[in-house]
């Protein structure tokens, strides 16, 4: 069984990093600056996902998913293995043909995984990300996930995905993962501040071995108290922890996107990203 939807937008910025950790600066960030969230024919929103919900998935058989397997539970948990339309999820962002669906051929936890795909467009960016948004400003998010990359496109040079966004419309700040379109370049973890001028400050890690050919846990912990910084850990192994300025990383209203955030373009491939055994946690 497949859900999927589509409509189509464009967005571009431009990034100046503040640690040279990516090595040549990027001229094209994307969608990294801040829309409002792009929602058709998505769920409503599900007020009651702040609330503390224990993100049990119960899959019919008597048997454990992963959420319900959780001890303690987080805030939010989806392992995509009971097919409800995403109703416990915010809403959708999708653009230029990008779609979100259930799908059986391949997951961490049987029997399905969500399969989020940018399809090649001459001049659309694409995008395919389910989103999940605090109730009001929050002090740190721990996001969690299991991903693999079905396909790459070489010709778009890179996409961005797993966005947490903060501060509503206004896009005051986000994190996100840039994916290559060359298997050798490894995965480069972002966090960019958006300033009123129009400059976006950034703070870029590549980290080589994040070739998600095969599945690789992420657990992001955005920490916004007394030293703002960011860590990443990848299968069980913190990769690295970066300082954030407090001026520039402000506790705001926060928005999770699993998914696609943006597919560059021209492209002459699709870009097909794999989530599983996702995991949200607000802190006021």
């Keep these: 069984m497949a859900i999927a939807l589509g409509i189509a937008t464009t967005r571009c910025s431009l990034t100046t990093s503040l640690d040279g950790l990516a090595g040549a600066e990027v001229a094209d960030a994307g969608d990294a600056a801040f829309d409002a969230p792009i929602i058709e024919g998505g769920p409503a929103p599900d007020s009651s996902v702040e609330g503390g919900a224990d993100g049990s998935v119960d899959g019919g058989d008597g048997g454990a998913r992963f959420c319900a397997s959780l001890v303690p539970a987080p805030m939010f948990c989806d392992d995509f293995d009971v097919e409800d339309s995403f109703a416990r999820w915010g809403g959708m962002r999708l653009n ?3 779609s979100v669906a259930y799908d059986q051929g391949a997951s961490r936890s049987a029997p399905n995984s969500l399969l989020t795909i940018a399809p090649p467009n001459a001049s659309a960016h ?3 990300a389910l989103q999940l948004s605090s109730a009001s400003a929050v002090h740190r998010v721990r996001y969690a996930f299991d991903m693999r990359i079905d396909a790459r496109d070489p010709q778009s040079a890179y996409a961005e995905a797993s966005y947490i966004r903060f501060g509503g419309a206004t896009g005051l700040y986000a994190f996100y993962m840039r994916l290559y379109g060359d298997l050798s370049s490894g995965t480069t973890f972002t966090t960019e501040a958006y300033l009123p001028d129009g400059g976006i400050p950034a703070h870029d890690m ?12 992420v657990v992001v912990d955005l920490d916004l108290r007394t030293a703002p910084h960011v860590s990443i850990t990848i299968d069980g192994a913190l990769v690295r922890d970066m300082p954030l300025e407090p001026s520039l990383y402000p506790p705001a209203l ?6 696609i955030g ?5 492209s002459s491939g699709p870009w097909k990203l794999r989530y599983d055994n996702v995991t949200v946690d607000f802190e006021p």
């Design 96 to 98: 230029a043909g990008g």
């Design 126 to 128: 694409g995008v395919g």
């Design 206 to 217: 590549n980290v080589a071995a994040a070739t998600f050919v095969d599945w690789m846990r």
């Design 254 to 259: 926060a928005t999770v996107e699993t998914g």
């Design 262 to 266: 943006y597919g560059g373009t021209p």
